[in-house]
Nanobody, 121 residues
């Protein structure tokens, strides 16, 4: 069974840093891209950052210059280094992966359960 497991959330003061991690496990054939989304209560889920298998990255305008997404050496992990955090970054952060995994033979989106990031003023 395919799983995405996030870690690294927590409570920090504004201006601080956090590093989120996500590991994909299961019968995975190929990972096309991995990324992070977030959802603040009462708001829609939004893309934070994404990285493709080729290493191309894309960021939300609100996090450019502050957040960095990267892949692990094993390619089934993704990290989000978050610096200069602001209270408006407070949200539940979800890991997402578009990948081919058993029993399906085509790419699908998979989601982690989310990790809470809280930034105090």
């Amino acid at each position: 069974q395919v799983q995405l497991v996030e870690s690294g959330g927590g409570l920090v003061q504004a201006g601080g840093s956090l590093r989120l991690s996500c590991a994909a496990s299961g019968s995975i054939s190929n990972i096309n891209r991995m990324g992070w989304y977030r959802r603040d209560p009462g708001k829609q889920r939004e893309l934070v950052a994404v990285i493709t298998s080729g290493g191309t990255t894309n960021y939300a305008d609100s996090v450019k210059g502050r957040f960095t997404i990267s892949r692990g050496n094993a390619k089934n992990t993704v990290y989000l280094q978050m610096n200069s955090l602001k209270p408006e970054d407070t949200a539940v952060y979800y890991c997402n992966a578009n990948m081919v995994a058993a029993p399906y033979g085509y790419p699908m989106d998979y989601w982690g359960k989310g990790t809470l990031v809280t930034i105090s003023p």
